[in-house]
């Protein structure tokens, strides 16, 4: 199996940009993890959620990733933990079955929240409330980078415990 530096060289080599970039939150930073660059690769996405599965809460029982980079995540760790998978939009769909979060049921279920990077953890709390709200019980939340700049702490405000496979710090 690949060494955790070596996944997280390659994790490195493929995503991280330098510049001046404008992130969700808002906030403007000279280096940016292009998650897509990751998850575009089948061989080191299957890596990473080899990796994570053994980060998934015991008693979890339905992942959900976030739209849209987590989707990927997800669905890939889904195949090491065999567990049904949500698929958590930003906003409910307009038309069909207007649902914020599709595939697996998630009232009434230990959902774990699957994402990409967190920064602010601002999007890990809004659509944690928004999984809540339709019954969900989510206590932790798992991201492939935590980007160490307050997400966690933020989530730790809601009741979300963050667990990262990887920290910017690992990426430096
Ligand atoms: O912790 P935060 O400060 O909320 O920032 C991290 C969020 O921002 C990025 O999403 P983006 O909006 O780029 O969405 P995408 O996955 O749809 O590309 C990333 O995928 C997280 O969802
Ligand atoms: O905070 C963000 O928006 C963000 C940071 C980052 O490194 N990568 C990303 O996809 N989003």
């Known amino acids: 199996m690949t060494s955790s530096e070596d996944l997280a060289r390659r994790v490195r080599d493929v995503s991280r940009l330098t510049g ?11 280096e940016y993890f292009d998650k897509y660059q990751f998850e575009a690769d089948p061989e080191l996405l299957d890596q990473l959620a080899q990796r994570m599965a053994v980060l998934i809460p015991e008693g979890t029982e339905v992942l959900a990733g976030l ?3 987590g989707i990927a995540v997800v669905t ?3 195949r090491h933990a065999k567990l049904p998978t949500a698929f958590v939009r930003k906003q409910a769909k307009q038309y069909g079955t207007a649902r914020l ?8 279920r ?6 990409d990077v967190v920064t602010s ?3 890990v709390v809004i659509s944690t409330g928004e999984l809540r709200r339709l019954g969900a019980h989510v206590d932790h939340a798992l991201c492939v980078i935590d980007r160490q700049e307050g997400g966690a702490e933020a989530l730790a405000a809601e009741g979300i415990k963050l667990r990262a496979l990887l920290t910017r710090a690992d990426l430096t």
């Open 20 to 30: 001046e970039f404008v992130l969700r939150s808002g906030r403007i930073a000279n």
């Open 67 to 69: 739209e849209m980079g």
């Open 76 to 78: 890939a760790l889904a």
């Open 101 to 108: 979060a599709e595939g697996a049921e998630v009232a009434g």
């Open 110 to 115: 230990r959902v774990l929240v699957v994402e």
């Open 121 to 123: 953890g601002g999007q």
